[in-house]
């Protein structure tokens, strides 16, 4: 198994930048897939960002495409999220979490979750 443990969020002006750690402890993270999402209050958890086992690969969804990156640190077993030119629409409790079989948006493959951080962009 594997616990994470998210933090970087906190209060953003529009235009300004956060920078999201989703820090693993257990079993190596380099063995997962990891995967950010954001939920507000009265919806589904939605899709940010994921990224392959290696780091070779990421996956964006379309609102955030070009304002967000992931990455990660394997020998830290940590993954990062970088949000940039962020936007009122982007507050959200954000979550990482992680599976063991392959790059997925879907919320209910991943195994193990965060508790979450809350990200809130004021305009």
């Known amino acids: 198994q594997v616990q994470l443990v998210e933090s970087g969020g906190g209060l953003v002006q529009a235009g300004g930048s956060l920078r999201l750690s989703c820090a693993a402890s257990?079993?190596?993270?380099?063995?997962?897939?990891v995967g950010w999402f954001r939920q507000t209050p009265g919806t589904e958890r939605e899709f940010v960002a994921a990224i392959s086992v290696a780091g070779l690969t990421a996956d964006y969804a379309d609102s955030v495409e070009g304002r967000f990156i992931i990455s990660r640190d394997n020998a830290k077993s940590t993954v990062y999220l970088q949000m940039s030119t962020l936007k009122p629409e982007d507050t959200a409790v954000y979550y990482c979490?992680?599976?063991?079989?392959?790059?997925?948006?879907?919320?209910?493959?991943?195994?193990?979750w965060g508790q979450g951080t809350q990200v809130t962009v004021s305009s």
């Open positions: 979490a992680a599976e063991i079989a392959r790059m997925t948006r879907r919320a209910n493959e991943y195994d193990y």
């Open positions: 257990g079993r190596a993270l380099r063995t997962y897939v």
